[in-house]
């Protein structure tokens, strides 16, 4: 069979690379709605999809957007949806439906500055805790962070992975300048891809219970047709599926919710280290603000400060025992990010006495490397 | 207990509701039971597999229909059942998508996907529950509830014109409309077997009685909803949909006011989009 794989070298920008790697994933349904700086991974999915048997729609508005990828999830395929801010914020009542419902989708975020309709075409990072909580209610939510066009390819496969994986909602948090720089990216040959689809169940249609996990604490998932008369609500339900208005349900609901990340955490959390070994200062940083980082720690090693880099591939779920084993024998945390400090309290919150900072911006502008430098220069002396 | 379900004709429905899932939750002498019924039995005239039907709900007291019925179903968010059946439907078109849901709900919070499902001909099958008001949630003014009349938050009247529904799905470009009250259960059936076997928009709005939200504050009882549905109703097929507002002083239009054939969104999009000589991989027909 021909493969729809576009194997070599290109010269693309991020957002085309996204829809590259959803398009090596499997992914065969995208619903969209145009947003400023996201537009292009629609407009590229928009052009590759019919090439292989897939569907886009630009749907009303963004929550259609959300909605439509759910019930495409549901007849069997990989589907998703690209946005930005506005769009991310009203995707949110969405998204806690997909989490209850267990159903796997891949939500890319380019993300620019607010609040509100702040700057549409220049990055910041400042929806990184809308990710994490953004939606009502408790849950545990998977965030991946590219720092280049290449991870804009790598991480979306990565992302499709895990949502089929653990049958949930994975975040795409990406930025504008992300999103629309152009680099070299490398796409394999499409047999050295690993993609994974959810599995489907076997046995019994009358007995299959929707909601009983499996081994890695999540169940088989049935598409629609399969026989199995699934019912799939946004209510607390049992592992039948069925709505139950109790206490017990939902403690026994939001146990198997929360399990299947929390239990799984080693599969999930993707970070990259650099010379972290002998350092004194761990610079934590993501996506786009992890290039400046990287390039402060270089710099502090020429200045002979023993500086290291801590880079968060996966952000949610945060990598809590990773900064708690440094704390214990690093003097100080530098968290790089483009808003005014949210991953930063994540890091304090697990960085016990050992002192954290913040290099941050409120947006629209990388972060120079040289206000990393100067803060590692005063939490020193 | 044995002896007597052994005995007991069982219900010719019953393969088609959950029934580990009855007593349902509707209130006595609601109406949302019968159009449900109505439904339930047009999918089973129609002869056609029950895997191959999909029921999308939003929320509301009608809304709950996806949780009765033995088949796929989905109890989505507050107005958003348009979009999730959109997705269904242009992933696997040969499915039979049916929406059951509430005129708050296809109407108010989700009147943005009801207009433009309806624009783009996406086929699948719209069933409103128009019972006036915000039933679940204790009578609430709608975007249905008529002129003056009286709801939990217009304790002195409604003082806001409704839409006339009918109008709304022509005007945005559904090729189905018709219009039924929950005692019209055989012109109801049809409707709905009409509706599954065409294809394209089809939008049947069923006027249905709430007693305990709406008929307590406006002086109506159960059965005084009833009369006037049998008494102050007009079936005239082909009504231009302006003339289609509900006004039972002056008698409300039912009928089929719509029925036009037009290329769907699935078949519009696959013949522009996909290459002629590609084989049509991975769509099963269950
Ligand atoms: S509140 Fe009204 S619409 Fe809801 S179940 Fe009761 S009678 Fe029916």
Same mark, same amino acid.
């Given at each position: 069979?021909?493969?729809?794989?576009?194997?070599?070298?290109?010269?693309?920008?991020?957002?085309?690379?996204?829809?590259?790697?959803?398009?090596?994933?499997?992914?065969?349904?995208?619903?969209?709605?145009?947003? *400023?700086?996201?537009?292009?991974?629609?407009?590229?999915?928009?052009?590759?999809?019919?090439?292989?048997?897939?569907?886009?729609?630009?749907?009303?508005?963004?929550?259609?957007?959300?909605?439509?990828?759910?019930?495409?999830?549901?007849?069997?395929?990989?589907?998703?949806?690209?946005?930005?801010?506005?769009?991310?914020?009203?995707?949110?009542?969405?998204?806690?439906?997909?989490?209850?419902?267990?159903?796997?989708?891949?939500?890319?975020?380019?993300?620019?500055?607010?609040?509100?309709?702040?700057?549409?075409?220049?990055?910041?990072?400042?929806?990184?805790?809308?990710?994490?909580?953004?939606?009502?209610?408790?849950?545990?939510?998977?965030?991946?962070?590219?720092?280049?066009?290449?991870?804009?390819?790598?991480?979306?496969?990565?992302?499709?992975?895990?949502?089929?994986?653990?049958?949930?909602?994975?975040?795409?948090?990406?930025?504008?300048?992300?999103?629309?720089?152009?680099?070299?990216?490398?796409?394999?040959?499409?047999?050295?891809?690993?993609?994974?689809?959810?599995?489907?169940? *076997?046995?019994?249609?009358?007995?299959?219970?929707?909601?009983?996990?499996?081994?890695?604490?999540?169940?088989?998932?049935?598409?629609?047709?399969?026989?199995?008369?699934?019912?799939?609500?946004?209510?607390?339900?049992?592992?039948?599926?069925?709505?139950?208005?109790?206490?017990?349900?939902?403690?026994?609901?939001?146990?198997?919710?929360?399990?299947?990340?929390?239990?799984?955490?080693?599969?999930?959390?993707?970070?990259?280290?650099?010379?972290?070994?002998?350092?004194?200062?761990?610079?934590?940083?993501?996506?786009?603000?992890?290039?400046?980082?990287?390039?402060?720690?270089?710099?502090?090693?020429?200045?002979?400060?023993?500086?290291?880099?801590?880079?968060?591939?996966?952000?949610?779920?945060?990598?809590?025992?990773?900064?708690?084993?440094?704390?214990?024998?690093?003097?100080?945390?530098?968290?790089?990010?483009?808003?005014?400090?949210?991953?930063?309290?994540?890091?304090?919150?697990?960085?016990?006495?050992?002192?954290?900072?913040?290099?941050?911006?409120?947006?629209?502008?990388?972060?120079?490397?040289?206000?990393?430098?100067?803060?590692?220069?005063?939490?020193?002396? | 207990?044995?002896?007597?379900?052994?005995?007991?004709?069982?219900?010719?429905?019953?393969? $088609?509701?959950?029934?580990?899932?009855?007593?349902?939750?509707?209130?006595?002498?609601?109406?949302?039971?019968?159009?449900? *019924?109505?439904?339930? *039995?047009?999918?089973?005239?129609?002869?056609?597999?029950?895997?191959?039907?999909?029921?999308?709900?939003?929320?509301?007291?009608?809304?709950?229909?996806?949780?009765?019925?033995?088949?796929?179903?989905?109890?989505?968010?507050?107005?958003?059942?348009?979009?999730?059946?959109?997705?269904?439907?242009?992933?696997?078109?040969?499915?039979?998508?049916?929406?059951?849901?509430?005129?708050?709900?296809?109407?108010?919070?989700?009147?943005?996907?009801?207009?433009?499902?309806?624009?783009?001909?996406?086929?699948?099958?719209?069933?409103?529950?128009?019972?006036?008001?915000?039933?679940?949630?204790?009578?609430?003014?709608?975007?249905?509830?008529?002129?003056?009349?009286?709801?939990?938050?217009?304790?002195?009247?409604?003082?806001?014109?409704?839409?006339?529904?009918?109008?709304?799905?022509?005007?945005?470009?559904?090729?189905?409309?018709?219009?039924?009250?929950?005692?019209?259960?055989?012109?109801?059936?049809?409707?709905?077997?009409?509706?599954?076997?065409?294809?394209?928009?089809?939008?049947?709005?069923?006027?249905?009685?709430?007693?305990?939200?709406?008929?307590?504050?406006?002086?109506?009882?159960?059965?005084?909803?009833?009369?006037?549905?049998?008494?102050?109703?007009?079936?005239?097929?082909?009504?231009?949909?302006?003339? $289609?507002?509900?006004?039972?002083?002056?008698?409300?239009?039912?009928?089929?006011?719509?029925?036009?054939?037009?290329?769907?969104?699935?078949?519009?999009?696959?013949?522009?989009?996909?290459?002629?000589?590609?084989?049509?991989?991975?769509?099963?027909?269950?």
């Amino acid at each position: 069979m021909k493969s729809h794989v576009l194997t070599g070298e290109h010269f693309i920008n991020g957002d085309e690379a996204c829809a590259e790697g959803a398009i090596a994933a499997g992914c065969k349904f995208f619903g969209g709605y145009p947003i *400023t700086p996201a537009t292009e991974v629609a407009e590229q999915i928009s052009i590759r999809l019919p090439q292989v048997g897939g569907t886009f729609i630009q749907m009303e508005d963004e929550i259609a957007a959300m909605t439509s990828i759910l019930g495409a999830a549901w007849t069997g395929v990989k589907s998703m949806t690209a946005t930005s801010g506005p769009g991310f914020s009203l995707m949110m009542e969405t998204v806690g439906l997909a989490v209850v419902t267990e159903t796997p989708c891949v939500v890319v975020n380019v993300q620019r500055a607010g609040p509100s309709t702040g700057l549409p075409t220049q990055g910041a990072q400042a929806d990184m805790m809308q990710a994490r909580w953004g939606s009502h209610g408790d849950y545990e939510i998977i965030a991946l962070a590219p720092s280049s066009p290449q991870e804009m390819f790598d991480l979306t496969i990565t992302a499709f992975n895990l949502s089929e994986t653990y049958r949930t909602p994975v975040f795409i948090m990406s930025d504008e300048i992300v999103g629309h720089m152009s680099e070299k990216v490398i796409i394999p040959e499409a047999r050295k891809i690993k993609t994974v689809s959810r599995p489907r169940p *076997t046995g019994r249609k009358d007995r299959f219970l929707p909601y009983k996990p499996g081994p890695n604490g999540v169940a088989p998932m049935p598409a629609i047709g399969d026989g199995y008369n699934v019912h799939v609500t946004g209510l607390t339900h049992d592992e039948k599926g069925y709505p139950v208005m109790s206490v017990e349900t939902q403690k026994e609901m939001m146990a198997r919710l929360l399990g299947k990340i929390r239990n799984n955490l080693d599969d999930i959390i993707l970070t990259e280290e650099h010379r972290l070994e002998d350092a004194d200062i761990v610079v934590v940083s993501y996506g786009v603000s992890a290039r400046t980082a990287y390039t402060a720690v270089e710099e502090a090693r020429q200045m002979g400060i023993k500086m290291g880099l801590l880079r968060l591939i996966t952000v949610w779920p945060f990598p809590e025992e990773k900064i708690r084993s440094l704390a214990k024998r690093v003097k100080g945390f530098i968290t790089v990010e483009i808003n005014m400090g949210q991953i930063c309290r994540e890091v304090q919150r697990f960085a016990g006495l050992t002192p954290t900072y913040l290099a941050g911006h409120p947006g629209g502008a990388i972060i120079p490397p040289e206000d990393v430098l100067k803060i590692a220069k005063e939490a020193l002396a | 207990m044995k002896n007597s379900s052994t005995t007991a004709t069982p219900h010719p429905l019953e393969d $088609l509701v959950r029934m580990d899932r009855i007593p349902h939750i509707w209130c006595s002498g609601c109406g949302t039971g019968s159009v449900f *019924t109505s439904c339930l *039995t047009a999918i089973k005239q129609s002869g056609i597999p029950y895997n191959q039907f999909a029921m999308v709900s939003g929320i509301g007291c009608s809304g709950r229909g996806a949780g009765y019925i033995n088949i796929d179903s989905f109890h989505t968010t507050h107005g958003r059942a348009i979009p999730f059946a959109t997705g269904i439907k242009m992933a696997r078109p040969d499915l039979k998508v049916i929406v059951f849901s509430g005129d708050g709900d296809l109407c108010a919070i989700g009147g943005n996907h009801l207009i433009h499902a309806a624009r783009r001909n996406m086929d699948i099958i719209v069933i409103c529950v128009n019972n006036l008001t915000y039933g679940m949630t204790g009578g609430q003014v709608a975007a249905t509830t008529p002129f003056k009349a009286k709801s939990s938050t217009t304790t002195l009247g409604n003082p806001d014109t409704p839409f006339n529904l009918p109008l709304l799905a022509y005007a945005a470009g559904a090729t189905y409309v018709a219009r039924w009250t929950m005692l019209h259960a055989r012109d109801l059936t049809d409707a709905v077997q009409t509706a599954i076997a065409r294809k394209g928009f089809s939008f049947i709005e069923v006027l249905s009685p709430c007693p305990v939200n709406f008929g307590r504050r406006n002086r109506e009882k159960s059965l005084d909803t009833l009369r006037k549905y049998h008494e102050n109703t007009i079936v005239k097929n082909g009504a231009h949909p302006s003339e $289609l507002d509900v006004d039972f002083n002056k008698g409300v239009i039912l009928g089929t006011f719509v029925n036009v054939d037009r290329p769907t969104c699935d078949e519009v999009y696959r013949k522009m989009y996909w290459p002629a000589e590609e084989p049509k991989e991975q769509r099963k027909t269950g």
